[in-house]
């Protein structure tokens, strides 16, 4: 796909002007402007004000395939917003970014995320036809040609999901096929007409956010403002619809009305995002801010909250990175950045985090490996007499441990005081390893009661399955296993008769 | 089952529902799929009572409850609760779906989850006030779970959770609950705390239908039974209607030798 003759880039003074003249509209993005044009003069041609032929699109050969790395003073004029071009083009898409993170919030905790692709494809049709029938580049016109065949495009899934046996995946797929490809069969009839504004459609399927004007910015001002006044009204109706629709439908809420109103507010951040992201990759800034935000907090409010100032995040740096290095397409730049910080989050997050999760899981290890060795000890133990001490083979005739292995774990009990390290190199518990080692016994044996008591199974197999859960289940579940078998009057004694708590 | 108070008058107003019963079935077919899941069921419960409601998988329990609940459409019949339908009596009328139904890893708390049981009670547009997160509080007390408040409800064990849901219902406060497969999957103790809750509700006068997948625990846990496989095969007092013969009608071929010899075995030690 590669753009015509002109570049959509360029903005003419006389739109400059005529915004210039209707900031009295937006008081609070003028407010945001005036602060922000205090910090330097507006004039440069840094970023985002290209010369013409050097668009998104224009067809280059291989060869120049270099990147210009920005110099340090084109650098702090990006970071410091001095010029006005690329100030309307960071604000909107940190805009964006809030009002796609917010709503994309809600779509993914509905399982409706991918339904905003079907959403987003659709909007290729309407548009083209919009321009066909209008003749010209009409801003209003073009946004309701996208809603209206975006809308149709999910009521087209929902109708699918509803009147046939197929699931979703195939319904979305359907759909998005179908209406993209109409979509793209108006759009070649569109690139027919000889208006020389065609190159501006084009911009919708990949995004174009350099070409942002003033008056889109406060569109996107408008539609984020939208978001969050709509989603904190109902918050409290999106968190139970998302959660349990069939219980709220339980309790009278219209269901599908608040889905309506919610798949509404998707389908606004899509259209005003479409100009600068494309509807190709919108659906990413839906769902990615909101997938990042799960991995850092538990509490839906956070987590929009997160989702929202992630989505900001990448909507600044990935503009700002795309105005320093002009040939780099800004949508595609604003969903990677998104894409990183996604990953980021899914390493790092201290709670579902592959690296927490893997330091989980090596600390399980270690537990289970001292919750043998001391249930060794202690079995030995109890068959030996107290304080009986054991060599190394006899433990592992009990369980099947490589010596080193052995060896490295009674070395890290000894340095924790579980094992006397006098009677080396027989094994003998300390007091405190005693008390350990006979409350992992205990645990143990609640389990293998457990098992025989309830889960029918036979009492050969108990051991090897009581190996598995006492190292799984916490501590407050074990407690309540002695609650429930302390009458049987089975129950070993406790090494801590604090911990009894049956009658 | 039904009880006519007044032929005339119900005629006269178009239904033969009577307003003193808690939830009376009239009639009602559901289908999915133009195949009936749910046969003409006529049915009328007794006020203020246990009832567990029994049959083989595929039996259509859940629909019957989701049809009550006008969660799925009815192909023809009527549901009323005394005497009114559920629109107009919904806050009569507590809900535990089953614990399958929803996503657990949903970014909210245990005591979260509970304040949903009072938000038909809050206005639209506003949060949940402080005496509604105390109601739910006090809730999660009654199940014994005070202590999981605040806890991520993706790391509360399947009892655990179970209980929460229990929870959400008592903070609707109703007088009639639909509890769908609550012991399903559930540890020892918190089978025990769910036996606890049904014998306070009933206690309290409420009006308790319970799905349940256990014959072995029906004589001991309900006073009323209902048999259900498609259709209404019986429904009354456990000690009358659950016998070996409504089971071989309801269960058919499905009702293997070794559960007839558990039920037995159990029943034997059980009936009063």
């Known amino acids: 796909m590669t753009a015509g003759a002109g570049s959509p880039h360029e903005i003419p003074p006389s739109v400059r002007e005529r915004t210039a003249r209707r900031r009295w509209v937006a008081p609070a993005l003028a407010a945001v402007f005036w602060v922000a044009s205090a910090c330097g003069p507006a004039n440069a041609q840094v970023g985002h004000g290209r010369s013409p032929g050097e668009g998104i699109g224009t067809p280059r050969s291989l060869a120049d395939n270099a990147v210009t790395w920005p110099s340090g003073a084109q650098l702090t004029r990006a970071l410091l917003l001095r010029d006005y071009n690329t100030r309307i083009v960071v604000l909107g898409t940190t805009l964006l970014g809030i009002a796609a993170g917010v709503v994309g919030t809600f779509a993914y905790l509905r399982k409706r995320a991918m339904l905003g692709d079907a959403l987003s494809h659709s909007t290729l049709p309407g548009i083209a036809l919009a321009f066909l029938l209008v003749g010209h580049k009409h801003l209003p016109a073009l946004l309701l040609g996208a809603s209206a065949s975006g809308i149709l495009g999910v009521l087209a899934v929902v109708a699918i999901r509803r009147w046939s046996r197929l699931k979703d995946d195939a319904a979305i797929g359907i759909v998005l096929g179908v209406f993209f490809g109409f979509g793209m069969v108006l759009f070649s009839l569109v690139q027919q007409m000889k208006t020389g504004e065609e190159a501006g459609i084009q911009g919708y399927i990949y995004g174009t956010a350099a070409a942002m004007i003033e008056r889109d910015a406060r569109l996107i001002a408008a539609c984020a403002a939208l978001v969050i006044l709509g989603s904190a009204l109902l918050f409290k109706e999106f968190r139970l619809v998302c959660f349990d629709p069939d219980f709220a439908a339980a309790q009278g809420w219209p269901v599908l009305g608040l889905d309506l109103l919610m798949m509404g507010l998707v389908v606004t951040t899509t259209v005003v995002g479409l100009q600068s992201v494309g509807l190709i990759l919108i659906v990413a800034l839906l769902i990615i801010p909101a997938a990042a ?8 409010v956070a987590m929009v909250a997160l989702a929202g100032v992630i989505g900001a995040v990448s909507g600044w740096l990935g503009s700002t990175l795309s105005a320093l290095m002009p040939r780099l397409p800004t949508g595609a730049v604003i969903v990677i950045t998104a894409g990183g910080l996604f990953f980021a989050s899914m390493i790092f997050s201290p709670h579902r985090g592959l690296l927490a999760g893997g330091f989980r899981r090596w600390r399980l290890t270690r537990r289970v490996a001292y ?22 083979k006899d433990v592992q005739r009990v369980r099947s441990w490589s010596a080193g292995a052995l060896r490295r774990l009674v070395s890290r009990s000894v340095r924790r005081g579980y094992i006397d390290a006098d009677a080396l190199p027989l094994l003998r518990l300390t007091p405190v390893g005693r008390t350990e080692a006979r409350r992992v016994l205990r645990n143990h044996r609640l389990w293998e009661m457990y098992l025989i008591k309830y889960a029918d199974i036979a009492a050969s197999h108990v051991d090897r399955d009581a190996d598995e859960v ?10 309540e296993l002695q609650w429930s078998l302390a009458h049987a009057g089975r129950v070993p004694p406790s090494p801590h008769p604090q911990e009894v708590s049956g009658p | 089952m039904l009880v006519h108070a007044s032929p005339d008058i119900d005629r006269a107003v178009g239904t033969d529902h009577d307003r003193t019963c808690p939830v009376s079935i009239h009639d009602m077919t559901v289908a999915y799929h133009r195949k009936p899941v749910l046969w003409d069921v006529d049915y009328a419960a007794e006020d203020g ?26 192909a023809s019949g009527s549901v009323r609760f005394y005497g009114g339908t559920y629109k107009r009596q919904r806050r009569l009328v507590g809900y535990v779906p089953q614990r399958e139904s929803v996503d657990w890893d949903f970014p909210a708390s245990a005591l979260d989850v509970v304040t949903m049981g009072r938000y038909g009670r809050i206005p639209w547009c506003l949060p949940p006030r402080r005496r509604d997160r105390e109601a739910a509080m006090h809730c999660l007390e009654q199940v014994g779970m005070a202590d999981y408040a605040r806890r991520q409800i993706s790391r509360l064990s399947g009892g655990q959770q179970q209980r929460v849901f229990l929870a959400r219902a008592l903070a609707q406060d109703a007088r009639i609950y639909f509890m769908d497969e609550p012991f399903s999957g559930v540890d020892a103790a918190t089978e025990t705390a769910i036996v606890a809750l049904l014998r306070n509700l009933n206690a309290a006068g409420k009006t308790v239908l319970v799905v349940h997948h256990d014959l072995q625990t029906v004589r001991e846990y309900f006073n009323y039974v209902v048999l259900l496989n498609m259709r209404v095969v019986a429904a009354g007092p456990t000690a009358q209607v659950f016998t070996d013969e409504n089971l071989q009608k309801t269960y058919g071929g499905r009702l293997t030798l070794l559960d007839k010899a558990a039920d037995a075995v159990a029943g034997a030690g059980r009936v009063p």
């Open chain 1, 293 to 300: 935000a799960r991995f850092w907090t538990d509490r839906l």
């Open chain 2, 49 to 74: 009572e246990l009832i567990g409601i029994v049959g083989p998988n595929g039996a259509g329990k859940s629909t019957l409850i989701k049809a009550c609940l006008d969660l799925v459409p009815r």
């Open chain 1, 470 to 479: 006492e190292h799984v289940l916490a501590h407050e579940v074990i407690r």
């Open chain 1, 371 to 392: 919750q043998h060795l001391f249930r060794a000890l202690a079995e030995l133990e109890e068959s030996a007499g107290e304080g009986a001490a054991c060599s190394f």
